[in-house]
């Protein structure tokens, strides 16, 4: 049995639950390790609201939400590229926001009915990083933003890709949690596109509500790339602790 008390397990003691990560990084909060017997804990104190284990699922509400957000892209992408009405956009910006929100519930239903799954821990993040790369492509095929900020998202996502790809082969973890800045993000960017599009039309509402797109623009990138950073940190320790020096 472990020694308690503070990193009395040491971060290389991080284990796998049904191959996905858990420990002081998930969430985006220290946590004790669960290999010493203890639920994990926030900075706080307090026990964080986290999952603390998955199942083999597939029908389930959280599930369904990942797939409907997935299935939605599509539909998405022919409403931006294709018709570039008003009411077109609306609609587009509609769909962005009940993503969104999708986004948040999927994982608050997980928690509240005991449904993660490792179906759901698959989808959910790429629902949200397919929506994300369609939405920049098509702001950018339309003219709305610069092709720089496609280029910084886009630059995040192999850096991450590139640094999970020698997680996997150095080490027997698969995937990492999604972090709280990561979740924060993702908000902030699924606000900021809806946003943009509504603010590419004519008139001074139009202006304001761009100005307000382009501050969630902006914070989002940063937290994603914040987010980017916690995952690498994360993915260093893993791999010094199963091939150490």
């Keep these: 049995m472990c020694r308690r008390g503070r990193d009395a397990c040491g971060p290389r003691d991080t284990i ?33 609201n986290t999952i603390t284990g998955v199942g083999d699922r597939i029908v389930t509400w959280p599930n369904a939400l990942s797939a409907a957000r997935l299935a939605g892209v599509p539909v998405f992408l022919w409403l931006v590229l ?12 509609a769909m962005l926001g ?16 005991n449904q993660a799954s490792r179906l759901g821990q ?11 790369a369609a939405t920049v492509i098509a702001l950018g095929v339309r003219g709305i933003i610069p092709w720089w900020l496609f280029g910084a998202i886009a630059a995040r996502e192999v850096c991450v890709a590139l640094a999970l790809l020698l997680l996997r082969q150095r080490t027997r973890y698969g995937e990492l949690q999604v972090s709280f ?47 980017a950073l916690l995952y690498l940190t994360q993915i260093r320790d893993l791999v010094k602790g199963a091939h150490p020096t």
Excluded: Q
Excluded at 20 to 31: E, L
Excluded at 98 to 110: E, H, M, P, R, V
Excluded at 193 to 198: A, Q, T
């Design 82 to 93: 294709v018709p570039r009405t008003a009411t077109a956009d609306i609609i587009a910006a």
């Design 122 to 132: 698959l989808l959910d993040p790429a629902a949200d990083r397919l929506y994300i």
């Design 98 to 113: 009940f993503a969104g929100i999708s986004d948040w519930l999927d994982g608050k239903l997980a928690r509240m009915l």
């Design 181 to 227: 800045v990561g979740k924060a993000a993702t908000l902030c960017l699924m606000y900021a596109f809806p946003l943009l599009f509504l603010g590419a039309h004519g008139g001074n509402v139009s202006e304001a509500v761009r100005i307000i797109g382009w501050a969630f623009a902006i914070w989002g990138v940063a937290l994603y790339w914040w987010a």
């Design 16 to 48: 796998a639950r049904e191959g996905k990560v858990t420990g002081r990084y998930k969430a985006g909060f220290p946590a004790r390790n669960a290999a010493c017997g203890g639920h994990p804990r926030s900075a706080g104190g307090r026990a964080s």
